[in-house]
């Protein structure tokens, strides 16, 4: 397998944006991933793995959960190794409107 899963958001992140409890996480439906090297968080952005798992999510059924320019709409910066769980169908919908938001999508945005 070319990813690992663990869990490295940005805790300055989590401090400024997120409820205590209420991470997406704790759904079981998001998972941070890394490569074999390790490189995780801000690191994994710059590995060629980190641009792979963007182009290739949504065939799997998953969404990088917080793309680049929406931190007004989803409260996070980039983090292109978060990836939520949504299935192919709903997958197939962001992979058609590139930018897209879970927020958007849900229309609660
Ligand atoms: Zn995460």
């Known amino acids: 397998m070319p990813f690992a899963v663990g869990c490295w958001d940005d805790p300055d992140q989590a401090v400024a944006g997120s409820v205590p409890a209420a991470s997406e996480h704790q759904t079981g439906l ?20 980190g641009g792979l798992l963007g182009r290739n999510a949504t065939e799997y059924g998953f969404i990088v959960r917080y793309p680049k320019g929406a931190k ?38």
């Open 72 to 109: 007004a709409i989803t409260g996070y910066e980039r983090e292109p190794w978060h990836v939520r769980y949504v299935g192919k169908a709903v997958a197939a919908e962001f992979e058609r409107r590139p930018g897209l938001t879970f927020e958007q999508y849900l229309g609660v945005a």
């Open 30 to 49: 998001a998972a941070d991933l890394t490569n074999a090297s390790g490189a995780h968080g801000t690191a994994f952005n710059h590995t060629p793995r």
